[in-house]
């Protein structure tokens, strides 16, 4: 695993992707490699103390084969309040930030022949599968079938819409808060794990957890205890409260 070093890096877009959530190009000072998975640590300016920044953590949204073509990618949702995110989203084209990079273990494993991967995502959760999904080592040997469970407030905020389908996995989106007219499914993401049938391929999946504690708590409990899961099955990461100085979504 590289060691995680400082650099700059310079803005090259800032999209708006949903009302909330932004796409975040950048050109670091120095290439570097990483895992699909991995985040960087950004140094983040401090109103109570200007000579101690905060440190901000956001996964990469695309795996690193692509980014040395077309710019590292983060993907970033933005928070009222938010020391982080407020700071990226004022950034434009040509702005300068800086961190470290590369950190995490939170990486792809490539399940046992036969069996499938299911990528569970809460909001900007999705960004490391994303990289996965999209990376050289997923697709030189893809799984049985790929399903990606992404849970969003409402269908306003539903982002990288046909992508991720159009990568060749099933995508369901779990939306709580969706209108009358919304034809998906509507509940959370452990909802709609609660309604899969005890006959559902539980034992021949290999299961990646990404988002907020509580869902990937709740998650964690429905695979292990409703359905017998394997530990060594499940792989999971938590984004912590952004308004904390450690990871954030």
Known sequence: MPEARK????????????????????EPSRDFHYE??????????????PKKPLRRAYSFANPWEIAVREGYELCVRKVDGGVGTTFLSELQPGDIFEATAPYGDFLYRQPPHGHSVCFIATGTGIAPFRAMILSEKFNEARPEKTTVLFGLSSEREIFYQGELEAAG???????????????????????????????WAWHGTEFFICGNPAMVVDTHKILTQAHGVREEAIHKELFINPLMELKAS
């Open 7 to 26: 650099m700059e890096c310079m803005i090259r877009e800032v999209l708006w992707i949903s009302p909330t959530v932004m796409k975040i190009r950048f």
């Open 36 to 49: 699909p998975g991995q985040f960087l640590s950004v140094f983040v300016p401090n109103p109570a103390n």
């Open 169 to 199: 996995v099933d995508v369901i989106h779990a939306v709580p808060g969706a209108s009358p007219g919304w034809q998906g499914f509507r509940g959370r993401v452990t909802d709609y794990l609660k309604q899969l049938p005890n006959n």
